[in-house]
T-cell receptor
Framework: AQSVAQPEDQVNVAEGNPLTVKCTYSVSGNPYLFWYVQYPNRGLQFLLKYITGDNLVKGSYGFEAEFNKSQTSFHLKKPSALVSDSALYFCAVRDGHHGSSNTGKLIFGQGTTLQVKP | GAVVSQHPSRVICKSGTSVKIECRSLDFQATTMFWYRQFPKQSLMLMATSNEGSKATYEQGVEKDKFLINHASLTLSTLTVTSAHPEDSSFYIC????????????FGEGSRLTVL
């Protein structure tokens, strides 16, 4: 079964400092990994994904994430946080197996609230 | 990126009535759409996978007769909450993917259901 863990309910950083939001995953096959951001009472916005290739993935709004197979992690990072980055962040995983039995459903972590203070 | 439209964004209804929520993929065809439910300050819980032209696949613990899903075309899926009760009040979010295997999911803006 697929699962995702985001160990921190909340991350607090000062504006201009680097930020990291942690994510670890469990999947039987090759993982497809995603990060999404959610603002209050809104849907989710896609930030970035890892499917294959380079372990360091760059995404929207200056975010990046590093896939680490040995540690089964996919932490989200940004070199310099902005106050406007404050939001709820979700890591998600799906099984990369290609076949008719795979519906491609995405399983989400519990979410991490990022608070960036001026 | 691709656009998914969800309607209505907010709905208030009386207990015992049924409510329909629509999810449309505006600029791509989606053979599969997903319906999630989100409680305040919690994660998204997958309710069901909606398949165009066939029955939806429900996750364990989700009542099929309570949450009716219809995927009548490649661009439209609907979720009907039947005989709604206050405990059904929640934020419902649909999503769709433009590429079969490697594409990311695109999400609607969500529908806030309040049952009085």
């Amino acid at each position: 079964a697929q699962s995702v863990a985001q160990p921190e309910d909340q991350v607090n950083v000062a504006e201009g400092n680097p930020l990291t939001v942690k994510c670890t995953y469990s999947v039987s096959g090759n993982p497809y990994l995603f990060w999404y951001v959610q603002y209050p009472n809104r849907g989710l916005q896609f930030l970035l994904k890892y499917i294959t290739g380079d372990n360091l993935v760059k995404g929207s709004y200056g975010f990046e994430a590093e896939f680490n197979k040995s540690q089964t992690s996919f932490h989200l990072k940004k070199p310099s946080a902005l106050v406007s980055d404050s939001a709820l962040y979700f890591c998600a995983v799906r099984d990369g197996h290609h076949g008719s039995s795979n519906t491609g459903k995405l399983i989400f972590g519990q979410g991490t609230t990022l608070q960036v203070k001026p | 990126g691709a656009v998914v439209s969800q309607h209505p964004s907010r709905v208030i209804c009386k207990s015992g009535t049924s409510v329909k929520i629509e999810c449309r993929s505006l600029d791509f065809q989606a053979t599969t759409m997903f319906w999630y439910r989100q409680f305040p300050k919690q994660s998204l819980m997958l309710m069901a996978t909606s398949n165009e032209g066939s029955k939806a696949t429900y996750e364990q613990g989700v009542e099929k007769d309570k949450f009716l899903i219809n995927h009548a075309s490649l661009t439209l899926s609907t979720l009907t909450v039947t005989s709604a009760h206050p405990e059904d009040s929640s934020f419902y979010i649909c999503s769709a993917r433009s590429e079969l295997y490697t594409g990311e999911l695109f999400f609607g803006e969500g529908s806030r259901l309040t049952v009085l």
